[in-house]
């Protein structure tokens, strides 16, 4: 049997459409770096309800999306969901099928109810590309540092 992690950060996007893909190629580039034991990291795309099956025993999770936001191009922003967030104005936070929240309000239906955490950019780029733009890629770059320095791998 898999033991299960304390927490997961999980990457969420379509990488053919630019800068949508800012979730995927973060959670790629930190599984390949590494982080602390008790974290799990999942790219998972735009997987809608299936994603469902990696929260059983998450106490924290981590949502790694584009979010159409007030920030700088470049930038990244943290917050959590707490559960007044949790309503139809919080369908913004996604541009997939299955918003991120709705995903959220099924987990806490069956049970499922971990700290929520997002780590955002906006998308600048939103058309067919594997690329990121040079602004979401910058944003990238921070994210990947900031999730390093939050569950730091333990040295062998």
């Known amino acids: 049997m898999e033991e299960?992690?304390?927490?997961?950060i999980?990457?969420?996007g379509n990488v053919a459409l630019g800068d949508e893909g800012f979730g995927i190629h973060v959670a790629r580039r930190?599984?390949?770096?590494?982080?602390?034991?008790?974290?799990?990291?999942?790219?998972g795309g735009v997987a809608g309800f299936?994603?469902?099956?990696?929260?059983?025993?998450v106490e924290r999770l981590v949502i790694v999306d584009v979010m159409d936001a007030d920030m700088p191009a470049g930038e990244i922003g943290w917050f959590e969901l707490?559960?007044?967030?949790?309503?139809?104005e919080?369908?913004?936070?996604?541009?997939?099928?299955?918003?991120?929240?709705?995903?959220?309000q099924i987990a806490g239906v069956i049970g499922l109810k971990p700290k929520v955490e997002f780590l955002?950019?906006?998308p600048m780029l939103m058309e067919w590309s594997f690329?990121?733009?040079?602004?979401?890629?910058?944003?990238?770059d921070k994210a990947v540092q900031h999730l390093q320095r939050l569950f730091p791998r333990r040295a062998a």
């Open 10 to 12: 999980l990457g969420v």
């Open 50 to 57: 299936d994603l469902l099956g990696l929260l059983p025993g």
């Open 30 to 43: 930190i599984k390949e770096i590494g982080v602390s034991d008790n974290v799990k990291v999942e790219a």
């Open 4 to 8: 299960t992690a304390a927490t997961l």
């Open 90 to 104: 919080a369908s913004k936070l996604s541009f997939h099928q299955v918003g991120v929240v709705e995903l959220l």
């Open 131 to 140: 690329e990121l733009s040079a602004d979401v890629q910058q944003a990238a």
């Open 82 to 88: 707490d559960e007044d967030f949790k309503s139809a």
């Open 120 to 122: 955002v950019t906006r």
